[in-house]
Nanobody, 131 residues
Framework: QVQLVESGGGLAQAGESLTLSCAGSGPGLGNSAIGWFRQAPGKGREGIVCVGHTDDDTWYADSVKGRFIVTRDNGRKVVTLRMNALQPEDAATYYC????????????????????????WGRGTTVTVSA
């Protein structure tokens, strides 16, 4: 079974950038979409980015569109999330998730919360943004 580990979180000032990574172990990321989610204290889980098997299959939430960029390296089993122009409202714990079965394209489904099969989750990495 694939396992996911997020890394790269930390403290940034508003306007700065951070890059998060989601590394898969075991059989790899397969032919599944990868979802990035975040959850701030006291708030619900927000699906922010979806990337399919190739980088041209992506979806971004309006809250991050134009600032965050996702890339996927299937050979290295890593998905990275470059977060630019960070704002205090981006502060949250960030998670990635994957399915162990093929999934429809992100360009069709959109919000990764809509995938019912993203059952493998990492433990998250925390991003703090100071004003």
């Amino acid at each position: 079974q694939v396992q996911l580990v997020e890394s790269g979180g930390g403290l940034a000032q508003a306007g700065e950038s951070l890059t998060l990574s989601c590394a898969g172990s075991g059989p790899g990321l397969g032919n599944s979409a990868i979802g990035w989610f975040r959850q701030a204290p006291g708030k619900g889980r927000e699906g922010i980015v979806c990337v399919g098997h190739t980088d041209d299959d992506t979806w971004y939430a309006d809250s991050v569109k134009g600032r965050f960029i996702v890339t996927r390296d299937n050979g290295r089993k890593v998905v990275t999330l470059r977060m630019n122009a960070l704002q205090p409202e981006d502060a949250a714990t960030y998670y990635c998730a994957v399915s162990q079965t093929p999934t429809p394209p992100c360009t069709i489904v959109g919000d990764p919360n809509l995938y019912r099969s993203l059952e493998v989750w990492g433990r998250g990495t925390t991003v703090t943004v100071s004003a």
